[in-house]
């Protein structure tokens, strides 16, 4: 066992801490239970937590969610705070894809409109959908194009027709973030976004038809516009290429000037930057385009799927009725304000595989929301289904308004190819009643179920922290991944 | 002697790589991260592009090699099959590399490499072998 781990301390039922030692600025937070502290074993993410801690500026506590597990630098499941005056800003801190998020879409549809239906649905989006490695989309954007897209997101979708206004109203920031300037992107991420706006991607993207098989409030999920036996789907992607090459263009020019932060680090792929340095600032503009690229690119994914929805099924829009249910990202790094010592402090909120949940009452939710709290959207593994929480006041004074983002790894990608050797994995997800097509050749073996965490599990502990609270299940129907 | 060799990583690929000298070292980790994402027996080397990289010492040399190598498939498409490397000290590189534009009808995708980590890079330098291991984000 890691020093680290031995060193762990039980705060209650479902905190960790990482005591402050050595060279940390704060303690660790680590949200999690017995079972899975255990499961963790040999995994080095506790350490990353710590390593976090390092970091200047740093405020409270370097939190984790209980589905973190390795990452660069910072864990997957990483949630810290910094002050933006003497506050860093990491890209490590954010990832590469940049804004990978969820948008959860409802319909008019029950189970018993479609059960019959669900493979001709499924082949549809496969085809309609483009999907898979290096994947290009339907459109090559133009310069121009592609410079209205970094700075406005969702609203460029919508103004060229993919979607409605009203689709904006329940995306996180409107599916538009403040600040981005295309002159701090490089040319080579410009290049890579050009033909793939519209794309699924590959890895653990998916898009997934789903029914709503449990509601746990019926407040929020009367609000959230949700019912049993309701037909739903989960689009989760990001910002393809697009993204990538910013965090990569920016980690790398990070990686050169470490010197100047005249701090030692504890782990190169920390690499950072003051918030107030000329370069923090820049990278912040270029991650801002990266997450709005994202939400034009889920915003295209939705309109797609509704009109292959529409075509499949012979119905109108207004018959299947396909809201916006939320749009949220779990890759991000943001400028929030929190009460810090009594006092509302703006800070910089990271969030590495870890989802915004904000309370009932904030600003930042659309009205029709304002009373049961933001509603966030925790995709399962492949062909699991998924979880809507809704966001607490305890998330907002404890986590800096955030949660788990999913389940989370547990076998490293080569283990997960090697337990599925022989197998028929679209075979088993059948004889389950879910039926998936993949593009990747290893995707489906990469991407078995018992590579991850039991998501049940992570969704019980924040539910049971209560930095979120549990108000829809939904099981996996048919699933398309790239 | 093999010219790499995977390593495991939660959620990730880790590949250590291995050289008589400096020059094969960097080739043959060219090599590991195109083995790994196609089957090379199907590529040709009818492209040819130059490659030059710049870093603080043998790791961060290594690291933003492989980012430059990795570029030409994600931003350009091409699948490289041959590598050489010309010019070579611990802050920077001189290359050539070959091979053609993926084509979707005779290539395949055994795995995607969507990024090459600064994480636990390393290259060391014994008598008559050089060894490095670096992370691939995939």
């Known amino acids: 066992m890691s020093e680290i781990m031995s060193g762990l301390k039980k705060m209650d039922d479902c905190r960790w801490m990482i005591p402050q030692t050595g060279g940390m600025r704060v303690p660790g937070i680590i949200y999690s239970s017995e079972r899975l502290i255990k499961e963790m074993g040999a995994d080095e993410s506790p350490k990353q937590v710590a390593n976090v801690a390092h970091l200047p500026g740093i405020v409270q506590y370097s939190l984790a969610m209980p589905d973190m597990h390795w990452g660069y630098g910072f864990p997957i499941g990483g949630v810290a705070a910094f002050n933006l005056a003497d506050g860093i800003i990491s890209p490590g801190g954010v990832g590469y894809d940049i804004n990978c998020g969820c948008r959860l879409v409802t319909t008019r549809l029950a189970y018993e409109d479609v059960r019959e239906r669900v493979r001709d649905l499924i082949g549809a989006l496969f085809r309609d959908i483009p999907s898979g490695v290096g994947s290009k989309g339907a459109l090559k954007l133009s310069p121009k194009d592609e410079r209205k897209v970094l700075i406005e997101g969702s609203k460029w979708a919508v103004d060229n027709g993919y979607g409605t206004d009203e689709d904006l109203d329940t995306t996180e920031d409107r599916g538009k973030m403040a600040g981005a300037d295309p002159e701090a992107v490089s040319a080579r991420a410009i290049e890579r976004g050009r033909e793939q706006l519209g794309t699924l991607g590959s890895g653990n993207h998916f898009l997934e038809i789903e029914v709503v098989e449990k509601i746990f409030d019926t407040t929020a999920a009367s609000a959230f516009g949700l019912e049993e036996g309701q037909i739903a789907v989960l689009i989760h992607s990001g910002s393809r290429g697009l993204g990538y090459q910013v965090c990569d263009d920016y980690l790398a020019r990070m990686v050169k000037h470490i010197g100047d932060l005249n701090i030692p680090l504890p782990d190169r792929q920390l690499a950072c930057a003051y918030l107030e340095s000329p370069r923090g600032k820049e990278y912040l503009a270029a991650m801002a385009c990266a997450a709005n690229y994202a939400w034009a690119n889920r915003q295209m994914l939705m309109h797609w799927t509704r009109e292959t929805f529409e075509r499949t099924l012979k119905k109108g829009p207004r018959d299947l009725g396909m809201r916006l249910l939320y749009d949220v990202c779990h890759n991000i790094a943001k400028i929030e304000t929190f009460t810090i010592d009594g006092k509302e402090t703006p800070l910089c909120v990271h969030r590495k595989g870890a989802t915004r949940a904000f309370p009932s009452g904030h600003p930042a939710l659309p009205a029709r929301y304002s009373k049961v709290g933001q509603p966030v959207l925790i995709p399962g593994d492949m062909g699991t289904g998924s979880y809507v929480l809704a966001g607490t006041d305890k998330a907002f004074a404890e986590t800096f308004g955030s949660t788990c983002h999913g389940a989370g790894r547990l076998m490293s990608r080569t283990q997960a190819t090697k337990a599925s050797r022989g197998r028929a994995i679209a075979r088993e997800m059948a004889d389950r009643g879910i039926i998936i097509m993949a593009s990747g050749k290893g995707t489906l073996q990469e991407e078995i179920p018992e590579a991850y965490k039991n998501l049940d599990q992570v969704v019980d502990v924040v539910h049971k922290a209560g930095i979120s609270k549990k108000v829809a299940k939904l099981r996996a129907l048919g699933c398309i991944k790239g | ?138």
Do not use: C
């Not at chain 2, 009818?46 to 010492?57: F, N, Q, R, V, W």
């Not at chain 2, 010309?86 to 070959?98: A, C, F, N, T």
């Not at chain 2, 990024?115 to 014994?126: G, I, M, P």
């Open chain 2, 1 to 138: 002697m093999d010219r790499y060799r995977v390593f495991d990583h939660t959620a990730d690929l880790g590949v250590e790589i291995y050289g008589k000298t400096a020059k094969e070292l960097f080739a043959n980790a060219a090599f590991a991260l195109f083995d790994i994402i196609t089957d090379l027996n199907r590529v040709r080397a009818i492209e040819e592009k130059m490659i030059t990289a710049e870093g603080e010492g043998w790791d961060d040399l290594l690291v933003n090699y492989l980012r430059e190598v990795l570029y030409l498939f994600n931003g350009e498409g091409l699948l490289l099959k041959e590598y050489s490397i010309m010019e070579i000290d611990p802050r920077h590189l001189e290359g050539k590399v070959s091979g053609e534009v993926f084509d979707p009808s005779r290539h395949t995708i055994n795995t995607e490499i969507k990024a090459v980590t600064y994480h636990q890079a390393t290259v060391r330098e014994a008598p008559d072998m050089w060894m490095g291991r670096v992370i691939f984000d995939v």
